[in-house]
């Protein structure tokens, strides 16, 4: 059985997909962009956007029953990689010392949609 996953303190999905997919234990967030759920959005510059790109992630993570500590793989699409030492910053923040981090790619993309410099998607367990 799948269940889809909405949270209303991430921005709506701008096409045909779910904010995320709980199945089997897992659940799928898709890729989460620097979009403010509050005004439809793309917030300002790489710091911001790789932010709020996290609280979104953060939000569909909590809606589906799952968490930080919980998150076993992560993938992050920049348009540019010279700002990995940016994302690196704010990504760090959101992960419990005691949790360590999860696996990771990082992609170098020539475009994301809405004009955004970040996505960040995620697969994580459920308790």
């Known amino acids: 059985m799948v269940e889809r996953v909405l949270s209303p303190r991430a921005p709506a999905p701008i096409g045909p997909y779910s904010q995320a997919s709980r199945a ?3 659940v ?4 989460q962009l620097g ?6 959005r ?3 510059g790489l710091e911001a956007q790789a932010e709020q790109a996290m609280r979104n992630l953060g939000a569909v993570l909590e809606a589906s029953g799952s968490s930080w500590a919980g998150v076993v793989k992560t993938t992050i699409y920049l348009t540019d990689m010279s700002g990995f030492s940016v994302v690196n910053g704010v990504y760090s923040r959101y992960f419990p010392p005691e949790a360590g981090f999860p696996a990771r790619a990082t992609v170098g993309v020539a ?3 809405a004009g955004a410099l970040v996505e960040v998607e995620a697969v994580a367990a459920v308790p």
């Open 28 to 31: 799928f967030v898709s890729g």
């Open 35 to 40: 979009v403010d759920s509050a005004t439809g």
């Open 24 to 26: 089997g234990g897992l």
């Open 111 to 113: 475009s994301l949609p």
């Open 42 to 44: 793309l917030v300002e």
